[in-house]
């Protein structure tokens, strides 16, 4: 009985810690859209041209933090996971690690970035 209790809260705090680390994912990218469409729309010279520059710079953060993911699951040697036992990881993350929210946070963007093609394509 005491696993399955155990069980039950390991993935409670599993899903909230996706969960936070999916809003904070929302939101550097939902900056770093901002950031790009402004510089897009100034430099590129126009809305459409701006929000292509947004798209194109999420996929391509995405895609390096994807590729940062692959090269730490890729390490030499399985390579445990960085022990938090200080205040700062552990307090807000109890159940992911490092690559987990790397990971997510490559996810937030990609699913930014296609949110974003599909607007541009039907328009």
């Known amino acids: 009985m005491i696993k399955q209790e155990e069980i039950k809260k390991k993935s409670r705090c599993f899903g909230r810690d996706i969960g936070k680390m ?10 770093t859209f901002i950031l790009l469409f402004l510089c ?9 041209n701006g929000l292509e520059m947004a ?15 692959a090269g730490m699951v890729m390490g030499k040697g399985k390579k445990k996971e960085p022990e938090f036992k200080d205040a700062g990881w552990r307090k807000h993350f109890s159940v992911i690690g490092l690559k987990t929210a790397v990971m997510i946070l490559g996810l937030a963007f990609l699913l930014l970035g296609t949110v974003l093609d599909y607007i541009l394509i039907n328009d």
């Open 55 to 69: 798209k194109n710079g999420l996929f391509l953060t995405a895609a390096l933090l994807l590729f940062v993911v």
């Open 22 to 31: 999916l809003c904070i994912g929302a939101g550097t990218g939902v900056v």
């Open 40 to 48: 897009g729309t100034l430099f590129g010279g126009g809305f459409s």
